[in-house]
């Protein structure tokens, strides 16, 4: 089921409102059987490979703990959990990678090995609650999670329907523990989530999938287009991902947070960074939260790997990179997220002494706005490997980066895009409304924005945002980028 | 604070009250939408524009019969019942048969010369389209030599009907009879789906859409000068409006590039399967003809490249139709029944580029013709 889709509108009430209605002790039950319609409407029979995992998963934590406990070798059990998770992984999203990949370097060599294809689908969400099963067995091992004995219990960590297909990918310290807290109806929560979930909402329908359009359209036919679309695609695509992904992400928190569920906000702002490490604690910050606690510092505490900072960072960004996909585009993608960080670690005693000779102040507003400005830059040149179809593709757009910036070809070039000047009008409107509306927020921390205006301010943006979405909303039921991963 | 029998307290109710009160308060929003949804009804969903002009169907069916072709014919006619009137008023044999959609609308005797053609293709055609306008020659026992089937992809999905079925019900459970098919497929809903778009925001969009831009005589029926209808030709083929004739590729692209943002293509295979029930239910159809001594061709409209690409790049998505399977079910019903087979979704198959089309849905009338007509190629037609 799609958050911006009809059924979720009558699901998500249906299944608050009952949820307060049953008794506390049934009410992870009634959270588990919502969860598995939520799933099941993508494709029913994909619930069987998700049970399947959970009951993996679920077994080995009570192995580990057990061993653990009783001083026995609990790292075979360990083993044995990644293992088999990330089989699953492997035949539903890099089987055919692999396959396609051993074929050509066996054709290099003269080997002819036929590339064996599987015709699945891959399960949506499955590196998100793949990633959510491993953090529990880790932590299990690690001694900082007790072992789940309640199956249903141990399901829902893992299905629990407001994240189960994008994320945020939570630790089980965090969410277990609150399906046996007792949540009681509070306006304030409630309303404070559904705002969460309409502004979530507002960032999908209006304005990612309103740029989705154009980015898609550059990306589907690069060879009809030259450096201005290729620039302006490019830099549109943060704000299409941070649009659609943050979107997907606050009607998660909201839909989760109105039952009285605390989950992690996955962005925080990431517009405002002002260097690429900054960047990568304000981006999707459960995955990369997660890279870095079960992949970055076991690399680093490891024998090989120990004194070695820039190729663990490598590493845990090629992972991360491979993480959203079984394609070339998205490693060299992550490969190269990884360089800037190691760059950027490099050069921060140079980069400092330049701010230093040229007498800017750390907290200075020129100084503020360039950063945040060379982030931004940054990570929409990368950003080309992700939206690219192939690598071909991005090497094309690189290379024509720097074409077609004549007279003639830019009066033409926008229009041909398709979108007319209302369009580009009123796209501008809304991302500076996206801008004002995340530096308010920001500043205004935890609270609502909008929170020690009067009453009829706080109406007034609130019908804003329904209106706005009522009549710019996109309603062609686009999924949400992440699902694919 | 005592505890009720439904498990929440009656602070609980309390809160979940004003809660209620919270949401009512966009109640005016939904009415809104409701109200113009209806009032404004872009599509004629509410407005029963099927049975709107009494005899309008049957006059125009009769003018066609004579020989003669129409101009400035209603968009909006119901075009199911002209075909039913059609057949009925038929009193001779026609060489070929198109059974099809808008998008085969202008195959006809411009592409046969010399051959009798009628055209029944009908705007978004379902199966039970089909079956209800065939059942018509079945009925008077007029059987064509030839039927050309368009198979668009969206035929072997369910739905198997629509609201604009309603007018040759009949004759599709005739045809299903004949076929000794009893389909699960048709299932009358309580409620009109139409219902279920009262507080549609896309319906809403287009709704204001249709307030802003429409002026009295763009829906005049009437107004010869500006030609806003269609032209129906004596075959029952059909031009589109004067707008399509005054094409150019930047509308067109335009055009089609705001269709693929409001999704308009994907409606049609968002939430859709292949149907098994449908699969054997359009080949018992082929079987009944070709027990007629019918020749049957099968027939495949390349889709826009654009589009064509956007529904490529969504096959992963488990509630989207793949187009891709469509086409391979096609091509081996078509194997397994020893029937010619034409044409492809995939635009390159037949060498067609973004120029080629009228909209992101409509290949234009003269590359149609060109395309068919040019012996050898990879789409053209069969037995021309």
Same mark, same amino acid.
């Given at each position: ?12 009430? %249906? ?66 959990? /990644? ?65 789940? !004995? ?72 690069? !060879? ?48 405002? *960074? ?17 890279? $870095? ?186 999924? +949400? ?5 | ?11 609980? /109710? ?23 949804? /209806? ?64 998008? *085969? ?18 705007? !978004? %055609? ?33 739905? +198997? ?20 098919? $009893? ?8 409620? =009109? ?10 319906? +809403?969009?287009? *709704?204001?859409?249709?307030?802003? $831009? ?50 308009? +293509? ?5 939430? $859709? ?77 037949? !060498? ?27 789409? =053209?037609?069969?037995?021309?």
């Amino acid at each position: 089921m799609l958050f911006n889709s009809a059924p979720f509108l009558v699901f998500f009430p %249906v299944v608050t409102v009952l949820y307060f209605l049953y008794p506390h002790s049934l009410r992870w039950a009634l959270l588990l059987v919502a969860s598995c319609i939520f799933y099941m409407w993508f494709i029913p029979q994909y619930l069987l490979i998700l049970f399947l995992l959970i009951t993996i998963d679920y077994s080995m934590g009570i192995l580990i703990e057990d061993a653990r406990l009783k001083g026995a070798h609990a790292k075979k059990y360990l083993i044995v959990s /990644i293992l088999a998770t990330c089989s699953v992984l492997f035949f539903f999203k890099y089987f055919n990678f692999f396959s396609l990949n051993l074929t050509a370097l066996g054709d290099f060599f003269d080997l002819h090995y036929p590339a064996k294809i599987i015709n699945f689908i891959l399960p949506i969400g499955l590196s998100f609650h793949t990633f959510q099963s491993l953090s529990y067995v880790i932590e299990v091992y690690r001694g900082r999670q007790k072992a789940e !004995h309640h199956f249903g219990i141990y399901a829902l960590y893992v299905m629990f329907y407001p994240q189960l297909v994008a994320g945020p990918i939570e630790r089980p310290y965090n969410l277990i523990p609150q399906f046996r807290e007792k949540h009681n109806v509070d306006y304030q929560r409630i309303a404070d989530a559904l705002k969460q979930m309409a502004w979530g909402m507002f960032k999908k329908v209006v304005i990612a999938d309103r740029l989705a359009v154009l980015v898609n359209q550059v990306c589907s036919d690069v !060879h009809g287009y030259q450096g201005p679309e290729f620039v302006v695609a490019s830099l549109l695509c943060p704000v299409l991902f941070y649009c659609d992904f943050s979107g997907y992400s606050d009607i998660a928190v909201g839909s989760a947070k109105a039952m009285g569920y605390r989950i992690t906000n996955n962005f925080n702002f990431p517009f405002f *960074s002002r260097s690429m490490d900054e960047w990568w604690w304000r981006w999707n910050i459960t995955l990369y939260s997660w890279i $870095r606690d079960y992949i970055y510092i076991p690399l680093c505490q490891s024998r090989i790997l120990r004194n070695n900072r820039a190729v663990n960072v490598l590493i845990a960004f090629l992972l991360s990179g491979l993480w959203h996909g079984a394609a070339w585009t998205y490693v060299i993608w992550g490969a190269i997220n990884g360089c800037y960080l190691i760059f950027s670690t490099l050069t921060y005693k140079v980069r400092k002494g330049i701010h230093g000779i040229l007498g800017l102040k750390e907290n200075g507003l020129f100084l503020k706005i360039w950063q945040t400005a060379a982030t931004y830059l940054l990570f929409s040149l990368a950003g080309i490997f992700f939206i690219s179809k192939s690598v071909g593709d991005a090497v094309y757009i690189f290379s024509r980066l720097t074409c077609g910036w004549n007279e003639g070809y830019l009066k033409n070039c926008f229009v041909s895009l398709g979108f007319d000047r209302a369009w580009w009008t009123h796209t501008s409107e809304l991302l500076v409304v996206l801008f004002i509306m995340d530096l308010l927020q920001q500043n205004a921390g935890e609270k609502f924005v909008f929170a020690k205006d009067p009453v009829w301010c706080r109406w007034m943006y609130y019908y804003g945002l329904v209106l706005a979405m009522v009549f710019w909303g996109h309603y062609g039921r686009n999924p +949400f980028i992440y699902f694919q991963f | 604070m005592g505890e009720t029998r439904l498990f929440i307290s009656n602070f609980e /109710i309390k809160e979940g009250r004003r809660i209620f009160l919270m949401i009512l308060a966009f109640a005016p929003v939904l009415l809104l939408v409701g109200a113009v949804n /209806i009032c404004v009804d872009p599509a004629g969903l509410y407005k029963g524009v099927i049975h709107q002009y009494e005899g309008l169907e049957e006059q125009n069916a009769q003018s066609l019969i004579e020989g003669r072709n129409i101009e400035n014919v209603r968009i909006d006619m119901d075009d199911r019942l002209l075909q039913k009137h059609f057949i009925q008023k038929m009193t001779s044999r026609a060489d070929i048969v198109i059974l099809g959609s808008s998008h *085969s609308m202008w195959f006809g005797e411009n592409i046969f010369p010399g051959k009798k053609v009628v055209n029944n293709s009908v705007i !978004h %055609v379902l199966l039970a389209d089909y079956l209800g306008i065939f059942n018509g020659y079945a009925k008077k026992n007029l059987f064509p030599k030839r039927v050309i089937i368009l198979l668009d992809p969206q035929l072997i999905a369910v739905p +198997f009907v629509s609201e604009r079925w309603l007018s040759i019900k009949e004759d599709t459970f005739g045809m299903l009879g004949r076929l000794k098919i $009893r389909s699960t497929r048709i299932k009358q809903p309580l409620i =009109s789906g139409a219902w279920f778009n009262v507080f549609s925001f896309s319906y +809403f969009q287009k *709704s204001i859409e249709k307030l802003l $831009r429409s002026s009295p005589q763009q829906i005049d029926p009437d107004h010869k000068e500006g030609r806003i209808g269609q032209l129906l030709f004596k075959d029952g083929r059909r031009l589109w409006t004067m707008k399509l004739l005054s094409w150019d590729i930047e509308k067109s692209r335009r055009k089609t590039i705001m269709e693929l943002q409001d999704g308009t +293509f994907m409606q049609e295979f968002n939430q $859709r399967k292949m149907d098994k029930e449908l699969e054997s239910i359009l080949e018992n159809f082929i079987q009944y003809l070709i027990n007629q001594h019918i020749q049957v061709t099968l027939c495949m409209l390349p889709i826009h490249p654009q589009v064509y690409k956007s529904f490529i790049g969504q096959e992963n998505r488990p509630e989207v139709l793949r187009i891709t399977d469509v086409e391979h079910y096609y091509q081996s019903l078509a194997q397994r029944f020893n029937l010619e087979i034409f044409g492809s979704y995939d635009p390159s198959v037949c !060498h067609l580029g973004d120029r080629d089309f009228y909209d992101g849905d409509h290949i234009r009338n003269d590359v149609i013709e060109k395309m068919l007509k040019n012996k050898g190629a990879p789409c =053209s037609m069969p037995g021309i």
